[in-house]
C-alpha cells in the first residue's frame, strides 16, 4: 500500500508558476512509477506528465510540453510537477498516481494508488 499526499496548488495569474509536490509513504518509492493527471469541472481526468521508477524515461501530455516539468527525488520519497507560463486552461485539480511497472504512461486506469488532489486556479 502506497499513501500519496499533493502539496503546492494554488491560485496564479495566467502567465505565473507553481510546483506540485507528492510526498509518498508506505513502500519502497523508487519500486513505483508515477504519474500526474489533472481535472476540470464538467470534464474527464487526463494524463499531464509521467516519471519512471528510475525518472530516466519522462511522458507528457502534447497541451503541457515545454511548460511543465516532472522530476522525483527518490532520497526524499516525492515527486514534483513544476509548471511555468501557467494559463487559465490549466485550471484544475491535480491528481498524483503511482503503479509499480514502467510503460505506457497515459493510461489512468493502471495506475493503483492515488492521492486526494490539489487545486490549481489560474486566473486571466
Known amino acids: 500500500q502506497v499513501q500519496l499526499v499533493e502539496s503546492g496548488g494554488g491560485l496564479v495569474q495566467a502567465g505565473g508558476s507553481l510546483r506540485l509536490s507528492c510526498a509518498a509513504s508506505g513502500r519502497t518509492f523508487s519500486n513505483y512509477a508515477m504519474a500526474w493527471f489533472r481535472q476540470a469541472p464538467g470534464k474527464e481526468r487526463e494524463f499531464v506528465a509521467a516519471i519512471s521508477r528510475s525518472g530516466s524515461r519522462r511522458d507528457y501530455a502534447d497541451s503541457v510540453k515545454g511548460r511543465i516539468t516532472i522530476s522525483r527525488d527518490n532520497a526524499k520519497n516525492t515527486v514534483y510537477l513544476q509548471m511555468n507560463s501557467l494559463k487559465p486552461e490549466d485550471t484544475a485539480v491535480y491528481y498524483c498516481?503511482?503503479?509499480?511497472?514502467?510503460?505506457?504512461?497515459?493510461?489512468?486506469?493502471?495506475?493503483?494508488?492515488w492521492g486526494q488532489g490539489t487545486q490549481v486556479t489560474v486566473s486571466s
Open positions: 498516481a503511482a503503479r509499480q511497472w514502467d510503460g505506457n504512461s497515459y493510461i489512468s486506469g493502471s495506475y493503483n494508488y
